[in-house]
């Protein structure tokens, strides 16, 4: 599995607009018993990823170090520190997909799309996850596409659908 992305030493500044998102968001749930799980969830809900320019100010809301914003944004891969592809393909990598050819249609679908998990494709189109279980077992290997569950896939039937996807 290719490394998590990482923030640079520097720290990227928000546009006055992101930055109003951001505290706004953070004092929704500051009352809350340790918001700061919450808090990221709904930063990237709102914005698609978190930005590195985010890290700061939450961390200066929440009263807490940069470091400790920073090592929950990249403990957890449900959070992404870039922006996502205009389309997301989650590839379950469970056990039940394993065994039905989970591990070979992810390596078709990283050929076809040219990218890893965790990444995006050069014009923005797809983003690539891993995810463990999408609760289709009956019918795996399982991915979905833009929340959308797809089951029983095949090398062509994967290709179909990007090519749906692609043309929407």
Known sequence: MPPRPTYTGRMETLLPSDTTVVRR??????????PLLEVLHAIQAAMGFIPAGAVPVVAEELNLSRAEVHGV?????????????????SLCQA????????????????????????????????????????GNCACSPAAMIDGELHGRLTADAFDALIRETAST
């Open 25 to 34: 968001i953070v004092a929704e749930h500051k009352g809350r018993p340790g």
């Open 73 to 89: 944004v990249t403990f957890y891969h449900y959070f992404r520190t870039a922006r996502p592809g205009a389309h997301t393909v």
């Open 95 to 134: 056990e039940a997909c394993q065994s039905m050819g989970a591990e070979e249609l992810a390596a078709h679908a990283r050929q076809r799309l040219g990218i890893d998990f965790h990444e995006t494709t050069a014009d923005g189109k797809f983003s690539l996850e891993p995810v463990y279980c999408l």
